[in-house]
């Protein structure tokens, strides 16, 4: 009987982070997959998607090799062929039409890949383009926007406090199928379930009925896109019925008498029939909200993909300041994280604050908001002619021609470029038109750790998942892929030192991490430097994150908790 062993891993594909038990076999071919019984926050919760991993991993149908278009068709080629091939494309392009001639566009599984969430930044940044897209601004932006207006950051995003809280209001969500979204809590399901019997309340808006809904003590279905209008509504009750109370958090509040104002002109009586609720059901949940011992309103994509969806973002968090909900057990509460925390790094009570439309689409005259531009702009900027037109583009694990809004035209805007290249793992609707495809590894054959949903978590966790399994050597890490092309647009050629470059990397996060308020402030910068030999990649940048964060944690810690540390 062969030998077999067990390995422990976060699942990667979407934001509840569950972790996961993996058997693997002779070969090292995955066996089983389970919940990770033992997993500091998900307890054994797992859904079908972690068992996809074993399908991922095996399909004859994701890449392994390069791809080079020749003669009109997608060849397989060396890793060497096809970065000469872009050195051989790009920079000319570069040099004559400017550095703005290139678009970005970053797709989500981006934000769940350690690799290209620390290393996809200097792609960019050596590209030197303002035309940097995502699946953002088709998603969560307007919350992000309205977060870093109030809080200061573009992750200072509040999450309910699900696990304690006695009344859980939720608009545009649907968190037993997406497992949560700006809301890391595997078992969602369970949770609300866990609301309901300890005698608290769910109640769901949505104009459909979704399967949280089924859950839900109380269904109403609002208008689609008159959140902002109900929500006013309630923010209205509060005030008109004194109800309003900040607790603690009133000493941190500012303008409350300017939002008094701005909701005068909204009472239910108004607003009921835009958007479908009666103005006595507006009420009495204005008045419930008040009166829950605790109480969190968490509102997701479907209040922020419409019209007014910055204004209903900004709304669901004054409906949480107003009730005495902000940033208290039960409520609305900033997670901690253990890496890369906004709202721990700096000295306390000061901050930068946010800067929107620091620039503008060539076209339209869109806003830019934190460094990208409205993805919607992206098919006009490659296909209207004029000085600053869009000629080549990179994608990074996305699918636009499919994800964004007149996909046709993007399509056809880009069957027009004069280059392409995609880093994917597969050869889908945008990649096909890709002139150069780079592939990476496995997602079990990559380190792993949420950087980024960790930020947006129930509890304080900190897990780090190293390979599964042993990575291909034919497939380099998409760090080492993307410093490769970052190499060629700074100029440096397709054989630039990877290594190099890394270290460069890793020096200016040190330099960061000594230079502001924290564990590493005012130590030497090769000292910490040389306390991380004998790594590199993103497992050293994490580990500067790690030592720079609130916890005192290292690499070695998480390292030696496989199931993960519950902070």
Same mark, same amino acid.
């Given at each position: 009987?062969?030998?077999?062993?067990?390995?422990?891993?976060?699942?990667?594909?979407?934001?509840?982070?569950? @972790?996961?038990?993996?058997?693997?076999?002779?070969?090292?071919?995955?066996?089983?997959?389970?919940?990770? =019984?033992?997993?500091?926050?998900?307890?054994?919760?797992?859904?079908?998607?972690?068992?996809?991993?074993?399908?991922?991993?095996?399909?004859?149908?994701?890449?392994?090799?390069?791809?080079?278009?020749?003669?009109?068709?997608?060849?397989?080629?060396?890793?060497?062929?096809?970065?000469?091939?872009?050195?051989?494309?790009?920079?000319?392009?570069?040099?004559?039409?400017?550095?703005?001639?290139?678009?970005?566009?970053?797709?989500?599984?981006?934000?769940?890949?350690?690799?290209?969430?620390?290393?996809?930044?200097?792609?960019?940044?050596?590209?030197?383009?303002?035309?940097?897209?995502?699946?953002?601004?088709?998603?969560?932006?307007?919350?992000?926007?309205?977060?870093?207006?109030?809080?200061?950051?573009?992750?200072?995003?509040?999450?309910?406090?699900?696990?304690?809280?006695?009344?859980?209001?939720?608009?545009?969500?649907?968190?037993?199928?997406?497992?949560?979204?700006?809301?890391?809590?595997?078992?969602?399901?369970?949770?609300?379930?866990?609301?309901?019997?300890?005698?608290?309340?769910?109640?769901?808006?949505?104009?459909?009925?979704?399967?949280?809904?089924?859950?839900?003590?109380?269904?109403?279905?609002?208008?689609?896109?008159?959140?902002?209008?109900?929500?006013?509504?309630?923010?209205?009750?509060?005030?008109?019925?004194?109800?309003?109370?900040?607790?603690?958090?009133?000493?941190?509040?500012?303008?409350?008498?300017?939002?008094?104002?701005?909701?005068?002109?909204?009472?239910?009586?108004?607003?009921?029939?835009?958007?479908?609720?009666?103005?006595?059901?507006?009420?009495?949940?204005?008045?419930?909200?008040?009166?829950?011992?605790?109480?969190?309103?968490?509102?997701?994509?479907?209040?922020?993909?419409?019209?007014?969806?910055?204004?209903?973002?900004?709304?669901?968090?004054?409906?949480?300041?107003?009730?005495?909900?902000?940033?208290?057990?039960?409520?609305?509460?900033?997670?901690?994280?253990? =890496?890369?925390?906004?709202?721990?790094?700096?000295?306390?009570?000061?901050?930068?604050?946010?800067?929107?439309?620091?620039?503008?689409?060539?076209?339209?005259?869109?806003?830019?908001?934190?460094?990208?531009?409205?993805?919607?702009?992206?098919?006009?900027?490659?296909?209207?002619? @004029?000085?600053?037109?869009?000629? =080549?583009?990179?994608?990074?694990?996305?699918?636009?021609?499919?994800?964004?809004?007149?996909?046709?035209?993007?399509?056809?805007?880009?069957?027009?470029?004069?280059?392409?290249?995609?880093?994917?793992?597969?050869?889908?609707?945008?990649?096909?038109?890709?002139?150069?495809?780079?592939?990476?590894?496995?997602?079990?054959?990559?380190?792993?750790?949420?950087?980024?949903?960790?930020?947006? =978590?129930?509890?304080?966790?900190?897990?780090?998942?190293?390979?599964?399994?042993?990575?291909?050597?034919?497939?380099?890490?998409?760090?080492?892929?993307?410093?490769?092309?970052?190499?060629?647009?700074?100029?440096?050629?397709?054989?630039?030192?990877?290594?190099?470059?890394?270290?460069?990397?890793?020096?200016?996060?040190?330099?960061?991490?000594?230079?502001?308020?924290?564990?590493?402030?005012?130590?030497?910068?090769?000292?910490?430097?040389?306390?991380?030999?004998?790594?590199?990649?993103?497992?050293?940048?994490?580990?500067?994150?790690?030592?720079?964060?609130?916890?005192?944690?290292?690499?070695?810690?998480?390292?030696?908790?496989?199931?993960?540390?519950?902070?």
């Amino acid at each position: 009987m062969s030998a077999t062993r067990t390995a422990y891993a976060t699942c990667p594909l979407c934001e509840a982070t569950c @972790g996961l038990e993996f058997e693997i076999g002779e070969g090292e071919r995955v066996l089983r997959i389970r919940g990770d =019984a033992d997993d500091a926050l998900s307890h054994g919760f797992v859904c079908p998607k972690g068992a996809s991993l074993k399908p991922l991993h095996e399909d004859p149908d994701r890449l392994r090799t390069p791809l080079i278009r020749r003669n009109g068709r997608l060849e397989e080629a060396t890793w060497d062929e096809a970065f000469a091939e872009v050195e051989r494309r790009l920079p000319p392009l570069l040099e004559e039409h400017g550095r703005d001639a290139v678009a970005v566009y970053i797709g989500n599984p981006a934000a769940h890949n350690l690799a290209t969430l620390l290393y996809g930044r200097v792609l960019i940044k050596a590209l030197g383009t303002k035309n940097i897209y995502s699946a953002s601004t088709v998603d969560q932006m307007p919350k992000q926007i309205s977060a870093g207006l109030m809080f200061g950051t573009i992750l200072s995003v509040p999450v309910p406090d699900v696990d304690r809280t006695d009344h859980l209001m939720i608009l545009g969500a649907n968190p037993l199928q997406s497992n949560g979204s700006l809301l890391t809590a595997p078992d969602m399901r369970g949770r609300i379930r866990r609301i309901r019997e300890r005698g608290g309340k769910v109640v769901v808006i949505d104009p459909r009925r979704t399967r949280t809904a089924e859950h839900a003590d109380e269904h109403h279905f609002v208008r689609p896109g008159t959140d902002a209008l109900l929500l006013f509504g309630l923010v209205h009750t509060i005030f008109d019925e004194r109800l309003d109370d900040p607790g603690p958090v009133g000493d941190h509040v500012d303008g409350l008498d300017v939002v008094r104002e701005l909701a005068r002109d909204f009472a239910p009586e108004r607003v009921a029939d835009a958007c479908g609720i009666e103005a006595p059901e507006i009420r009495r949940m204005a008045r419930e909200l008040a009166a829950a011992p605790s109480a969190g309103v968490y509102g997701r994509i479907g209040t922020c993909t419409q019209e007014f969806g910055t204004l209903a973002s900004w709304l669901v968090d004054v409906l949480n300041v107003v009730t005495g909900n902000l940033d208290r057990p039960g409520g609305a509460m900033f997670p901690r994280a253990a =890496a890369g925390q906004p709202n721990s790094l700096g000295a306390p009570r000061r901050g930068r604050g946010v800067k929107l439309g620091r620039w503008t689409s060539r076209v339209r005259g869109l806003p830019e908001a934190y460094g990208e531009l409205p993805v919607v702009c992206l098919a006009e900027e490659i296909d209207t002619p @004029g000085e600053g037109q869009v000629r =080549a583009l990179v994608t990074v694990a996305g699918n636009p021609t499919v994800s964004t809004p007149n996909a046709a035209r993007l399509t056809r805007a880009i069957e027009g470029l004069d280059f392409m290249l995609s880093v994917d793992v597969y050869v889908n609707e945008t990649t096909r038109h890709a002139d150069v495809v780079l592939p990476g590894p496995s997602p079990l054959q990559r380190p792993h750790y949420d950087l980024a949903l960790y930020q947006l =978590a129930v509890r304080n966790v900190a897990n780090y998942s190293p390979p599964v399994i042993e990575p291909d050597p034919d497939i380099p890490p998409e760090w080492r892929t993307l410093l490769r092309l970052a190499g060629i647009a700074a100029g440096q050629g397709a054989e630039a030192d990877v290594d190099a470059l890394d270290d460069l990397v890793a020096a200016e996060a040190v330099r960061r991490g000594v230079g502001r308020p924290g564990p590493l402030e005012g130590r030497d910068p090769g000292e910490v430097l040389a306390e991380l030999d004998g790594r590199g990649g993103p497992e050293r940048l994490l580990d500067v994150a790690l030592r720079a964060g609130p916890y005192d944690l290292t690499l070695a810690d998480l390292e030696a908790a496989p199931h993960g540390i519950d902070l």
